[in-house]
């Protein structure tokens, strides 16, 4: 089945430490995107990017960190900056191509709660 | 950069009625609104898109339409049955273009829930 993986689905983080979140795609899509969600809000752009080693910050990048090593994989970590980091985080791939308009797809998603 | 503006915040309607969600966007530029769903604790999923070329788009119970003068679009769900509840985000995006790819807005969501 083609699709994005996020894992874990749950992560428990200490204050102070950083972690690391996977998201993979087998969609074989040129763009990946991380956003953040929080209650009551919409969703909220930390990075993105549309070709491998190339990413850009979004609206929200401070105390967060990617990499695009690999097309199917965008891990995002989050650093020990983040200063609210609790919240849920959700991955999106999609393949534009100048001239045409194509959907995101999105991960499950993964709960990160700071304890 | 764009703004995305929803409301209501929460609908409740009675099964079988309809339901109505509103967004405007500041960015006149802005070529694509999609409209997802997300149920509990999971990733949002495409229910249906629009292109700014398009002033009306249906999907059996669904349908969007967009006015680009005032610069707001509405997501219509007729006949609602119980697992339509859920929350429902619009978005806006200027896609299509080098360098853009498909960064959307969205809108801070509307739940919807439908009661028997």
């Known amino acids: 089945d083609g699709g994005i993986t996020q894992s874990p689905k749950y992560l428990f983080r200490k204050e102070g430490q950083n972690v690391t979140l996977s998201c993979e795609q087998n969609?074989?899509?040129?763009?990946m995107y991380w956003y953040r969600q929080d209650p009551g809000q919409g969703l909220r752009l930390i990075y993105y990017?549309?070709?491998?080693?190339?990413?850009q910050k979004g609206d929200i990048a401070e105390g967060y960190s990617v990499s695009r090593e690999k097309k199917e994989s965008f891990p995002l970590t989050v650093t020990s900056a983040q200063k609210n980091p609790t919240a849920f985080y959700l991955c999106?791939?999609?393949?534009?191509?100048?001239?045409?308009?194509?959907?995101?797809?999105f991960g499950q998603g993964t709960r990160l709660t700071v304890v | 950069g764009e703004n995305v503006e929803q409301h209501p915040s929460t609908l409740s309607v009675q099964e079988g009625d309809s339901a109505v969600i509103k967004c405007t966007y500041s960015?006149?530029?802005?070529?694509?609104f999609p409209w997802y769903k997300q149920e509990l604790g999971k990733g949002p999923q495409l229910i249906i898109d629009?292109?700014?070329?398009?002033g009306e788009k249906k999907d059996q119970r669904i349908a969007v339409t967009l006015n680009k003068t005032a610069k707001h679009f509405s997501l219509h769900i007729t006949e609602t049955q119980p697992e339509d509840s859920a929350v429902y985000f619009c978005?806006?995006?200027?896609?299509?273009?080098?360098?853009?790819?498909?960064?959307?807005?969205f809108g801070t969501g509307t739940q919807l829930k439908v009661e028997l």
């Open positions: 990017s549309q070709i491998v080693n190339d990413f």
């Open positions: 629009i292109r700014s070329n398009v």
């Open positions: 960015d006149s530029a802005s070529n694509y």
């Open positions: 969609l074989n899509h040129d763009a």
């Open positions: 999106a791939s999609s393949n534009p191509r100048a001239g045409d308009i194509t959907e995101a797809f």
């Open positions: 978005a806006a995006s200027l896609a299509g273009l080098t360098g853009g790819g498909n960064k959307l807005t």
